[in-house]
Every structure is written in C-alpha cells, then in structure tokens.
C-alpha cells in the first residue's frame, strides 16, 4: 500500500497514480486525508472555474471546448464531474459525459466524477478536498462541471474561483423561475445556444435582472456562445483571462478558504453528534426507536443532546 | 408578546396569527423554536406533498391548480414555496409566486415563502419545520414547491409524504442530462406541458429511464399533465389518492421523522463546533485570521477542533 507520505509527494511531482489514490483516500473519508489535505492546501495553483446552469445548458459541450482550449495553450487541465448520487440506490448514476471521452486519453487532462457517497461533507465536501488535490498537482485551471442548477450546486460552484452560469434560450416563458438571485452567482453570465431564437430576449431579461443588484456589488459579464459551433467563446476567455489577471481570484481564493472551514465545522459537528447520540441515548438506532414508537420527537432528542453537551463542556471548563 | 404556551395552543386552534408567529420564530431560530415543534412534532395531521423540477417546468402552475382542486373538496392548503436566498445579498428573492395571488386572500389557505437565512439547518431545515407547523395546525395537504432540481431542491422534496417530479419537453436533445438518479425520487413522475411536442419522446426516454431501477424498488407513477389547460390533472388526482390510502404515506412518515433528526443532529453540530473553535482558537474570527495568514489550513484546525473533543468526551468519560 503506498504511505501517506507517498501520496503527498507523488502529488507534487504530478503522479497519476498519487492523485487518484488521494482522491479515493479524500472520497472514503480514510484516517489519513485530513493530513494529505492539510499539506496539499498550500500548494495549490493556478485557478479553478466552476460551471452551473440548468440541465440542458449545455454545460457539457462547453467544458469539452475548454478542455480543448486549454489543453491548446499547454495547460494541464483537471474537471471535475459533479455527480449527484441517486438517493435510492447510493450510486452515481451521472457517470461518464460522452462528449468529454475525447480527452480521456490525454495525460494531461485528467477527468474525475464525484459522487457524495462515503464522504461525511457530502457532494460540496467530496468537491471540496477533490479540487484542492488537483490543483496541488498543479492542473490548472481546475473545471467543476455541476449537474442543475440548486442550492448545492450553487454552493459547489463558488468554492471555485471563477464561476460561470450557462443560459440558454428555450425556457420559453418562465424564463423568470430563474431569478436574480440565481444570476448572482455568475462571475460570468454565459448565454449558449446563441444561435437559438430567443437568445435576445435572455440577454434583455438577464440585464435587466441585474439592474437590481446592489450598486456596491460587482456584476457578472454577460457572454454569448455557441458551445457546439464553437462561436462567442473567445469572447468567454477574454472574460476569464480579465478575472484570472485581477484580485478576483486572488478575493474568491480567501472567501473559498473559509468557506472550506465552514464545511470541516460541519463535518466534525456530524462526529460531535454521534459521540453525543452514544453517551446519550446509547446510540442512533436507540434514538431512531424512540422516535418511531412516538415517545420522543427529535426536536426533544436533539435538545437533550445539547444539554449534555454543555454540562460536558461545562465540566471540562470547571477543572 | 405572545408566550410560546399562547403559541402552541393557537396552533391547535388553527389561529392565523398564532401559525405566523411559530413560523416566524424557528425561521430566527428562536430560543422556544424547538420547544414550539417538540410539542408539535406527534400532533401533525395530514400529508405533505413535494413538487420539484427543473426551472420552467410549470410547477407554480401546477401548485396553483392543486390548491383550487383541494379548496373544492373543502381542504384547508398549506403552501410553502422554497426560495433559495441570493448567496449575496441574503435575501429571498424569489418570493411572490404570481400565479398563487389568486388564492392569497382565501383564509383557509396559508402561503408562505421559505428562504434559508437565519436558520441553522439552512433551507431544507427552515421548510422542514415549518411544514411540522402546518400540519400541526390542521393544513392538508401541505405543498412544498422548491425552485430548480438540485441536491438540496431533492432533500426538501424528500422530506414530503409524497413527491412529485415535473418535467417538460422541450430541453432538447439534452433531456438525458436528467438521469435515472433524479428520476427516483418521484412518488409520481408528472410530464407537464404535455399538449407539447416532444410529450411522447420525453415518456419514452422516463420509461426507459425507470427501467433502470432495481426490482424490489417501487417505480414511480407517470402522469401527463397540462397544468395551463388542467388536462390530464384527474390522473394526477387520482395517482396522489392511491398513495394517500395506502402504507406509502405511513412509510414516508417514519423515513421523514428519521431525516429529521438527521437534520437536528447537523444543525447541533454547528453549535459544538462553535463552541470548540472557542475553546481552542478564542473564536472563528481568530481562526479565520490563521487561515487567511497562511499559518494553518482549514483541514489543521479541523483535526485540532477534533483532537480537543476526544479529549474533552476522555476526561468526562473517565470520571
């Protein structure tokens, strides 16, 4: 089995196989990928873009033109495919996106799908620690390609340091379900299947959205392409390159750090609990049964639980 | 002000005022929030019913005819309409559902809209309480219509006795992009818009879809709908009392009760967590400043915040 140490200096020197094992150390949750993250986190380089926007958008094709593009300029390029696991069977059942197989072969683009199975920070966790192992092995950038566009997706998207939100026309007249506060999210707005009727009247409802965004606030450029014919998409990498030059990363790298502390509190707060659910109630399957037998709600378990805690707390600061 | 005891009580004796107040109080998190829903956990009545699905697909529509399909047969409806919060400005802003006005001045409906700010367990943990609070009140069903299909926009639906996926032609070739994984979570899978084209296509490819899933697994329910016209929605009637009468409801009910203390337990987390980066950092503030000076990683607070708790669970153990 090949050490921690291993894989921590494996990443450095640009080890397929030392990514992939950190990746699958990070996705299980394994003893040692706290210490693998904790060294990797200052190493990382360059910059990651993430890509959200409702299925359909096209989002796929237009990763694929990226990784060619990149890949044209000699960046070595990682993507990561955000899967949403199916919640019935656990597996991630988005797997493999056809039209970026043409990469598959390049050595220099390496193509990872997240599922949130096994990870205690879910989906955004899994995401999370898989973008920072590939950008310490110097991919750059670092393509985080979500699937729809919700609340977790939105959350996985702004841990990148440039975030792109793919429109397309054809929503037909609910157009207006996504709202401003959707737009928001975009560092850049991509309006694709640019060649599609329509296209004028999103770009007329997506400036006008963002006449309502509060004057301090920066506002997303607005692009249009066309991802399957390959048009508008210098335009998207002037628009990257300008945020790529100036302190936007260098502000979203910051934000993204304590972002990142957020969703460890998280995770350890699930390790809290279960502690807590044992010294309590001698376990979760216990407490599920009181549940279910309608004894106690779990409002009433989890307060009991938070009691305990403070008097533990309590305890330990009394001595 | 009102005392929680007034709060509780009102809620039996379905007060307007009494329902606004407890709402508005778990959304602040309140400190008598959990006290209000442990008392009102076991009175709930009722069923719940999920809409979700991917912007355009007419689910305001569709929520608005339900509402007057179940005012005629003398229902009192509860309606929470899940707006995810702009991640900027914090506010929610995809507030008033046009198509819902209607029913606004009727007092035997309760229309409110959900953003996640201010709770601990975010969106899914706002609407979650807040649908114990209508059902303890006496509404049934309650609806709980999400924005978009993502991971979370799914937890929220799944908390529901009964879940409605909606979808639409019209996404184009790209209909794949919706997978088995999100197909599963539909009780009923409802094919709106379906006067049209591309209805026959999009069934096609849902039943394929279905095909996919395990055996022991209960396939979901297709129904073709025109929420504009009303076609189609006795089908859905009919589909929705079919899995009232039946054990799906009961079963749901104890799943829910399950993830809501999975959501508790979380949102306790948050509050350990807190009071550890205390203990060990003097605060998240001086935490976040080691971070951003580059002096620890997020990963190395996270393993100090979880070496502390071992031994603060140790000492108390041991004594």
């Known amino acids: 089995m090949i050490s921690t140490t291993d894989i921590i200096r494996g990443i450095g020197e640009g080890s397929t196989r030392a990514i992939a094992k950190a ?48 890949r044209s300029s000699d960046n070595t390029v990682g993507v990561i495919a955000v899967d949403p696991s199916s919640p019935f069977t656990g597996g991630a059942l988005l797997g493999d996106r056809i039209r970026m197989q043409s990469h598959a072969t390049d050595p220099k683009v390496f193509i990872r799908s997240m599922g949130s199975r096994g990870h205690l920070g879910g989906l955004s966790g899994a995401t999370r620690d898989a ?21 977790a997706e939105v959350e996985v998207a702004e841990l990148a340091d440039i975030t792109l939100l793919v ?37 007329s409802y997506v400036r006008a959205s963002l006449e309502f965004m509060p004057p301090h606030q920066r506002k997303p450029e607005v692009v249009r392409t066309s991802a399957v014919t390959g048009g508008g998409l210098e335009d998207l990498w002037n628009a990257i390159n300008g945020l790529v030059s ?43 049964e009181l549940i279910l037998a309608g004894r106690l709600s779990p409002y009433a378990i989890g307060k009991q639980l938070l009691k305990r805690a403070e008097r533990i707390f309590e305890d330990h600061g009394s001595k």
Chains 1, 2 share one sequence.
């Open 167 to 203: 429109l397309v026309p054809g929503l037909g007249d609910d157009v207006q379900s996504m709202k401003a506060g959707i737009m928001e999210i975009g560092d850049i707005i991509v309006l694709n299947k640019a060649d599609r009727n329509g296209i004028d009247q999103l770009e």
């Open 246 to 288: 100036e302190q936007t990363v260098k502000d979203r790298k910051s934000r993204s750090a304590v972002k990142t502390l957020d969703g460890i509190l998280k995770e350890n707060g699930i390790v809290f609990s279960k502690k807590l659910l044992e010294l309590e109630y001698n376990g979760r399957k216990a407490a599920e």
């Open 23 to 70: 990746l699958s150390r990070v996705e299980n949750g394994s003893p040692d990928s706290t210490t693998i993250l904790d060294k990797l986190f200052s190493r990382q380089q360059g910059f990651s873009i993430g890509i959200t926007g409702p299925p359909g958008a096209g989002k796929s094709t237009l990763v694929n033109r990226m990784i060619t593009r990149y």
């Open 131 to 151: 973008s920072v192992i590939l950008s310490a092995a110097g991919f750059s950038p670092v393509l985080i390609e979500t699937v729809g566009v919700g609340q």
